[in-house]
């Protein structure tokens, strides 16, 4: 009975490809996010949705797009790959915004671009 | 530039002894403080929180403690089992940055039997 699934688990792919990386949440929050977890290993934060509107959107190239069809999904669709887009990827989601509330993290989705 | 810094790599500590996880951050603003745990190939779980106006809070075996004047928060774990072996990670927020969690690079936590 996942909480925040992800999907896929592991994602090969060449420079220059298009993927998409799904996340679905059954926990009936209201903010969901993508962080980027890279070689150095820091998680930083990349979106985060509230009710499927935008409210943070950090530095991050304008190839990730986020989309959010309702608000128990959140979906990142990375265009023109580069071998610097490879790292792990998770999705999380909350209550609500703000830190008092519980981030619940799926899995997490490995990207490697060669 | 790193705002939250976990100097430790790594620790190992044996079973029933005190485990102590160090984090430093450098922005006065922040007001709430977290640890997540994180197993190998899962997403990291929430294990205990403090806001800025405490300097403690205990939950179990874990204790967090918040050092404003130093900006200095550390995670105690007592007694330390196996189990606990895992990445502990620090998070921040606060300041301009409400809503938005701001993480530690990790310290690897090995309990040996």
């Known amino acids: 009975d996942t909480a925040v699934s992800q999907t896929p688990k592991y994602l090969v792919t060449q420079m220059g490809n298009d993927k998409s990386i799904k996340c679905e949440q059954n926990l009936g929050h209201d903010t969901m996010y993508w962080y980027k977890q890279d070689s150095k290993k820091f998680l930083k934060i990349m979106f985060s949705y509230n009710n499927k509107e935008l409210i943070i959107n950090e530095t991050v190239p304008n190839r990730f797009s986020p989309k959010s069809p309702d608000k128990a999904h959140l979906n990142l669709h990375i265009n023109s790959l580069e071998l610097g887009d490879s790292a792990v990827y998770f999705c999380?989601?909350?209550?609500?915004?703000?830190?008092?509330?519980?981030?619940?993290f799926g899995p997490g989705t490995r990207l490697t671009v060669t | 530039d790193q705002q939250v810094k976990q100097n430790s790599p790594s620790l190992s500590v044996q079973e029933g002894r005190i485990s102590i996880l160090n984090c430093d951050y450098t922005?006065?603003?922040?007001?709430?403080f977290l640890w997540y745990k994180k197993y190998p190939a899962e997403g990291p779980t929430f294990l205990i929180s403090?806001?800025?106006?405490?300097d403690k809070n205990e939950d179990g075996r874990f204790t967090v403690f918040l050092n404003k004047s130093a900006k200095h928060l550390s995670l105690h774990i007592v007694p330390s089992q196996p189990g606990d072996s895992a990445v502990y990670f620090c998070a921040v927020e606060g300041g301009t940055s409400y809503g938005k969690l701001t993480f530690g690079q990790g310290t690897i936590l090995t309990v040996h039997p």
């Open positions: 922005n006065s603003m922040f007001d709430y």
């Open positions: 403090i806001s800025s106006i405490k």
């Open positions: 999380a989601s909350s209550l609500r915004g703000g830190a008092a509330h519980e981030q619940y």
